[in-house]
Structures are given as structure tokens and as C-alpha cells.
């Protein structure tokens, strides 16, 4: 997935937690970790946390504080720009932080 918004961006970082809206079937990720993009050399990890077909207005209503968009208007507007056709989809996104390992693994050696 990538994120070419700055203010989405900035938000998602920020707030861990991102309702977008695309066209791409993400329902074949929920439950999985995707790599989201903000250029060529800023990634992170997130895990698909919910998605939404063809979302209805009461909907995007419930998502858009997750949006980092004042409005359901303001957000449905820049899909369009960006996507240039209505998104099919309302994907939510969460950041995924890797637990870290509870015992020393044989072997490995820590570097400082």
C-alpha cells in the first residue's frame, strides 16, 4: 500500500491506526502484514484490520476520525483525485509492532 499524503502520512505514523479508502481487493490481506510505502525509502510494517465493501455514507461517517480528514466530503473527494473512479473499498490499517523475543536465541550475537 502506499501513502502519498503528507497529512495521511503524518497521521498514520502519529496515531498508529488509518482508515483509507482504495480500490485494491484488501480483503485477500485482513488479518495480514502489509508493507505500506511513502516513497521509495520510507516503509512500515501494519496489519489489515478491517475491510469494508463498497462503504456507505453512515460508514465512512464512523471511520473518517481515522482518516486524518475533517469530513466524510473532504475524504471521498481526494479518493476520487487519487484513484480517479469511486474507491471500491474502506480498508483499515494498524501498525504493526513485532513483540520482542522473551529468550536468548543459540547463536546470535547482539551488536551495539
Not at 501513502?3 to 488509518?18: R, S, T, Y
Not at 479508502?21 to 502484514?33: A, D, H, M, S, V
Not at 520510507?42 to 464512523?62: D, M, Q, T
Request: proline letters at 9%.
Amino acid at each position: 500500500m502506499r501513502i502519498d499524503i503528507p497529512q495521511v502520512w503524518k497521521f498514520f505514523l502519529e496515531h498508529g491506526v488509518l482508515a483509507t479508502l482504495r480500490c485494491w481487493p484488501y480483503e485477500k490481506k485482513l488479518g495480514k502484514i502489509i508493507t505500506v510505502r511513502n516513497g521509495p525509502f520510507s516503509k512500515i510494517g501494519a496489519i489489515v484490520k478491517e475491510v469494508v465493501f463498497y462503504p456507505k455514507p453512515h460508514e465512512l461517517k464512523r471511520f473518517v476520525h481515522i482518516s486524518s480528514f475533517k469530513t466524510v466530503e473532504e475524504w471521498w473527494e481526494k479518493a476520487l483525485e487519487k484513484h480517479g473512479r469511486p474507491p471500491t473499498r474502506l480498508v483499515v490499517i494498524e501498525r504493526y509492532k513485532p513483540k520482542p523475543l522473551d529468550k536468548k536465541i543459540p547463536g546470535l550475537k547482539v551488536v551495539k
